[in-house]
């Protein structure tokens, strides 16, 4: 019986040349990537990732994280005649392998009952925008949206306050069949950067429990809609209660949006969250009637 050792791993990328996260036929994505890197250096036919979240093409991470299960003997056997812990050297090995617009900063066992995605308390996202012709760099233009109009921050946070809590989401998502749009929005705040190299930058901190797909991106569309004058303050959250998508909250380019954390509880509170989130996230994903 081959004993089986379940590690995590934290992990960085540039989304700007990768088709998304999820592996694709004929596509270049991360997951694909990473996957055939950790096969190469663990020498194993292939492995298989469970993420934290899947971003979308374009999408970027500071702080992503996944699972993966391998056999005991091929995690020891990693560190070779290094000496060094087989963490630091699967770190290292996979350095030598993985593009320059993936890094895995750390991995190591994973605490009993750890599930990168049905363990997750919360992911925390943000979102960059330059609305000022002296933002606008060439050197960041891969992660800041430019914006031909000057926005109104302060009016931007006052018109999402009203969306927070547990909501039906549906304005905000893409549907998809049989899953459910409810979900905990914890945070969205619009600041604008007043010191450092970010000084000027209008960035959005948005949390919650999970995110429906385009959920960031139409929140910050219609945050944008409001900025500019084109909307009141009141929009957002009408449009919210309309639970139907409207053409002036419009899903902003992905290449502003940042995976930043992934949040997770107590060790010895993570099975039960597991197990929980999994069974409501597979009541939500079933077909109804």
């Known amino acids: 019986m081959v004993r089986v050792i379940r590690l995590r791993l934290d992990l960085s990328y540039r989304g700007t040349d990768f088709s998304g996260w999820a592996t694709q036929p004929g596509l270049r994505t991360v997951q694909g990537t990473l996957e055939e890197a950790l096969a190469r250096v663990l020498r194993l036919p292939s492995v298989r990732l469970t993420v934290a979240g899947r971003t979308d093409a374009g999408v970027h991470s500071r702080g992503q994280v996944a699972h993966v299960d391998v056999p005991i003997e091929m995690w020891e056997a990693v560190v070779g005649r290094s000496g060094r812990a087989p963490g630091d050297a699967l770190v290292s090995r996979l350095a030598g392998v993985l593009p320059t ?14 599930d990168a995605r049905f363990s997750a308390l919360r992911r925390r996202y943000s979102y960059r925008v330059a609305d000022r012709p002296e933002l606008r760099d060439p050197l960041t233009r891969d992660w800041v949206l430019w914006n031909r109009a000057g926005l109104d921050v302060a009016a931007m946070d006052r018109a999402c306050q009203p969306l927070l809590g547990l909501r039906d989401f549906a304005a905000y998502c893409r549907p998809r069949e049989g899953a459910s749009t409810i979900r905990e929005l914890q945070e969205l705040r619009w600041t604008r950067v007043e010191d450092g190299p970010e000084r000027g930058l209008v960035v959005a901190s ?65 099975a039960a969250r597991a197990e929980r989130i999994r069974a409501r996230r597979m009541d939500e994903e079933v077909e109804p009637g």
Do not use: T
């Not at 617009?101 to 750890?114: I, L, N, T």
């Open 101 to 114: 617009d993936v890094v895995v900063h750390r991995a190591a066992p994973a605490p009993q009952g750890f």
């Open 206 to 270: 948005v949390q919650a429990d999970a995110f429906c797909h385009n959920m960031v991106r139409a929140l910050v569309g219609a945050s944008i809609a409001v900025g500019e004058g084109r909307r009141d303050e009141d929009w957002p959250a009408k449009v919210l209660e309309g639970r139907r998508r409207d053409s002036g909250a419009g899903v902003v380019p992905a290449h502003g949006l940042v995976l930043e954390e992934v949040v997770y509880p107590a060790d010895d509170e993570l």
